[in-house]
C-alpha cells in the first residue's frame, strides 16, 4: 500500500497551490510561504439550478 | 450542444469576416429616414424619462434646445417629463453613441459599411473632452459646438470620405493596436491614422484657409476622435451577427447609466437586463467617486468586437490612467477576457501577448461558467446634468444579465 503520509512532508518546507479565496494566499506569502494562488469561483456561482442548465448548454 | 456549438461557428464566421469601411457622413434625417421630429435616441437599452440618470436627462434637455424643440433648458426638462419627445434606443435604428448617446435629426453621422454583409450602422461624430453633451453637458458652448459640427465638419468629413470612396477600418484597427491603442479608453494612434488619411483629400474639398485649419486642429486636437468610428465599425461588423438560432454569442452590451442590457444571438433583439455598476477609477483634479454617475453608453460595443477592455493589454497606458493597475495587470485582463470568448481574432492582434489575437465572441455560458463578467474601460461622468467628464475607470458587466439570457435561450431551444 502506497505511504499516505510522505517523510518530506514533514521535512521541507510546505509548497502551497492555494484554489479560491485569495485570502488563504495572501496569509501564508505574508509568513514566507511558497505559495501559488488560483483564481477559481465556483461555477453558476454557486446556483446549481444554473449549473445544471449550464451543463445541459453543453459548458 | 451540437446547435449551439454549430451556431457559434456562424456567429463567428459572420464576426471575423465582417468588413468595416468608413463610407460617408450624413445628417442624421438622410441616414436614418425612420428618425423624424422630436425623436431623440439615447444609449443603452429602452428607458422612460422618470428613470433615466441626470446626465441622460441633461443631454436631452440640451439636445431638444439644439434642435429647436424647447426654448429653454428648462422647457426641454418639462416637455420631456410631458411626454413630448418619444425616446428609443440607438441600437434599434442600426446606430451606437458614446456615453447618453444622442442621436436627433440634425446631427451629422459617421456611416459605416459593412461590404461583407451589405448592412450600414450609424454613429454622431465624437465631440472631444471635458463638458460635451455626451457626458451631459449642456451650456451655450457645447451646443455651439454641436452646430460646428453640424454645418462644418460634418458636410466636409462627408465630402472627403466620398471623395476617397471610404476607409477601410479593419486594417487601421490592427496598426492602432500596435500603437498602444485598446480603441475605447485610448484612440491616440487610430486618431492620427485617421487624420493621415483624410487629411490630404479634405485639404483638396475644402480648400485652404481658416475652414479647413479649424477642421484639422480639431481632429488633432482630440485623442479620442476615433472611438465613435471605433462603435460605429463594431456594430456594423456586430449586427449580421443578430438572430442566429441556438448562438450563445453576445452581439451587444450597452448602458443607459440606470440598466445594463446585452442581446445575444440566439435570443433575436430581446434586451437582458440589469442594474448598471459603477465604474471603479480615477478621477480629475476636484472630483470623487461621491460625483461619479453610474456606467453609462454604447461604447461598449468596442469590448463586445473584442477591443477596449478585452484589448487592453495592447494598450499599457490605459492601465494606468483607468486605474486598473500595473501594465502586466492589463495583460491579465486580456487573459481573462480570453476564457469567456471563443476565439482570437486573427487579423487583431496584440504584440505584448506574442501576437495573440484579441479575444473575440463572449459566449454567455463561458461567462457564467467561469464568474469572469467582461471588463469594460468607460469614461466616468458626473451624476448632475450639464457638468460632464469627471474621470475613467473600469467596470464589469453584471452577472444577472447573462443568467437571464442563458435562462431564455435555454427555452427557445426546449431545454430546461
Known amino acids: 500500500m502506497k505511504d499516505k503520509h510522505p517523510a518530506s512532508l514533514f521535512v521541507a518546507p510546505p509548497r502551497v497551490v492555494n484554489i479560491g479565496l485569495e485570502a488563504f494566499a495572501s496569509e501564508l506569502a505574508s509568513q514566507g510561504v511558497e505559495v501559488i494562488h488560483v483564481e477559481w469561483v465556483p461555477p453558476a456561482d454557486g446556483d446549481p439550478k444554473l449549473a445544471d442548465l449550464l451543463s445541459k448548454l453543453g459548458v | ?416
Not at chain 2, 62 to 83: D, H, N, Q, Y
Not at chain 2, 205 to 228: H, K, M, P, R, W
Request: one cysteine or more.
Open chain 2, 1 to 416: 450542444m451540437e446547435i449551439i456549438e454549430n451556431a457559434n461557428r456562424e456567429a463567428l464566421e459572420r464576426m471575423l469576416g465582417g468588413d468595416p469601411v468608413l463610407v460617408d457622413v450624413l445628417p442624421a434625417s438622410e441616414a436614418i429616414p425612420a428618425l423624424t421630429e422630436r425623436m431623440i435616441l439615447h444609449a443603452g437599452p429602452p428607458i422612460e424619462w422618470e428613470r433615466m440618470c441626470g446626465p441622460m436627462r441633461g443631454a436631452i434637455a440640451g439636445i431638444a434646445v439644439f434642435e429647436g424643440w424647447a426654448a429653454s433648458l428648462a422647457e426641454a426638462e418639462t416637455m420631456a417629463a410631458g411626454g413630448a419627445f418619444e425616446f428609443h434606443p440607438n441600437h434599434h435604428f442600426d446606430a451606437v453613441g458614446p456615453m447618453t448617446g444622442m442621436t436627433t435629426i440634425s446631427q451629422p453621422l459617421l456611416v459605416v459599411e459593412n461590404r461583407a454583409y451589405g448592412n450600414k450602422a450609424y454613429c454622431a461624430i465624437n465631440e472631444g473632452l471635458g463638458k460635451v453633451m455626451r457626458f451631459g453637458g449642456n451650456d451655450a458652448e457645447v451646443l455651439a459646438r454641436l452646430a460646428w459640427l453640424r454645418d462644418h465638419l460634418g458636410p466636409a468629413l462627408g465630402a472627403a470620405l466620398r471623395d476617397l470612396g471610404g476607409i477601410p477600418l479593419k486594417n487601421l484597427i490592427a496598426r492602432g493596436l500596435t500603437m498602444g491603442d485598446e480603441m475605447h479608453q485610448r484612440n491616440v494612434g487610430c486618431s492620427s491614422l485617421l487624420l493621415r488619411e483624410l487629411a490630404p483629400t479634405l485639404a483638396r474639398t475644402v480648400g485652404a484657409g481658416q475652414e479647413l485649419s479649424e477642421i484639422l486642429a480639431f481632429i488633432a486636437g482630440n485623442d479620442q476622435f476615433f472611438l465613435n468610428v471605433a462603435m460605429v465599425l463594431g456594430k456594423a461588423i456586430m449586427d449580421p451577427v443578430r438572430d442566429i438560432e441556438g448562438s450563445s454569442i453576445v452581439t451587444a452590451m450597452t448602458r443607459n447609466g440606470t440598466d445594463f442590457g446585452i442581446r445575444v444571438s440566439g435570443t433575436g433583439d430581446e434586451w437582458f437586463t440589469a442594474p448598471v455598476e459603477m465604474p471603479e477609477g480615477l478621477y480629475f483634479p476636484g472630483f470623487t467617486a461621491a460625483d461619479a454617475n453610474p456606467d453609462m453608453g454604447d461604447s461598449t460595443i468596442v469590448e463586445t468586437i473584442g477591443l477596449g477592455g478585452f484589448a487592453m493589454a495592447a494598450a499599457p497606458a490605459v492601465a494606468g490612467f483607468v486605474g486598473a493597475g500595473a501594465a502586466s495587470e492589463a495583460a491579465n485582463t486580456t487573459r481573462a477576457m480570453a476564457e469567456i470568448t471563443l476565439a482570437e481574432n486573427p487579423e487583431w492582434t496584440i504584440p505584448a501577448l506574442d501576437y495573440q489575437g484579441v479575444p473575440s465572441g463572449i459566449d454567455i455560458r463561458l461567462v457564467l461558467e467561469t464568474g469572469l463578467a467582461p471588463t469594460i474601460n468607460t469614461g466616468i461622468a458626473h451624476r448632475e446634468p450639464g457638468v460632464g467628464q469627471v474621470g475613467a475607470g473600469v467596470v464589469r458587466a453584471p452577472m444577472d444579465c447573462f443568467k437571464k439570457a442563458a435562462w431564455a435561450l435555454a427555452e427557445r431551444l426546449g431545454v430546461s
